[in-house]
């Protein structure tokens, strides 16, 4: 992966980020934001970019919501810390609340979020992304545009970041056995699928 080919980035809530750096979730549930019709895979290698703003403790499991700062409405840091990178490895796509009441174990959500998220754009699916997470020695801090900012899920990074020093969050059995199991998860309820 060089500098160049690594530009694009997917924005999600900070909390949701540090579980993905950390190895807690390899999943991510996304319907778009606000200025976006529908969500759609832009990029399948991507920084992962933190976002503070809308982070709602009440729609995370407790371990999580406790963990969240929040912040006024338009607050950004003056500089943002880039952890990680991702390869967004496999896409299922979900409209049955059965079908995302059963990845309850696999992502830091609670259930109130995920009947929020079916109920918002009700006509469009839920996007279930699994990332392959490359997580870098040190965050790399980069200073914030207005540019980023938003409700969009993707980005592009004007700072010379590099991707070569990040490690893998998971070993490939570790990941290939999380992503076997909402695999088959998925093909009980049905869902819409892609391998990238």
Avoid at 1 to 12: C, G, V
Avoid at 85 to 111: D, G, R
Avoid at 146 to 175: N, R
């Amino acid at each position: 992966m060089s500098e160049i080919s690594l530009t694009a980035a997917l924005k999600e809530w900070a909390i949701a980020i540090d579980a993905l750096t950390q190895g807690s979730t390899i999943l991510l549930l996304r319907k778009g934001g606000i200025r976006e019709q529908s969500f759609a895979i832009a990029h399948s290698h991507v920084w992962l970019y933190p976002t503070y703003e809308h982070q709602k403790p009440h729609l995370l499991k407790p371990e999580y919501a406790r963990q969240v700062v929040p912040v006024e409405s338009g607050w950004h840091p003056a500089t943002v810390p880039i952890q990680a990178w991702a390869e967004i490895t496999h896409v299922f796509e979900v409209q049955e609340a059965e079908a995302i009441a059963a990845l309850l174990p696999f992502h830091i959500w609670n259930e109130a979020f995920v009947l929020e998220r079916l109920k918002w754009k009700a006509r469009s699916p839920l996007s279930v992304l699994l990332l392959r997470v490359y997580g870098l020695p040190q965050p790399q801090p980069i200073p914030y545009r207005a540019e980023y900012g938003g409700c969009k899920s993707w980005i592009e990074l004007q700072a010379g970041l590099s991707p070569e020093m990040a490690k893998p969050v998971l070993t490939e059995d570790d990941y290939r056995q999380r992503v076997e199991a909402i695999a088959l998860l998925m093909k009980s309820v049905d869902s819409c699928s892609t391998q990238l």
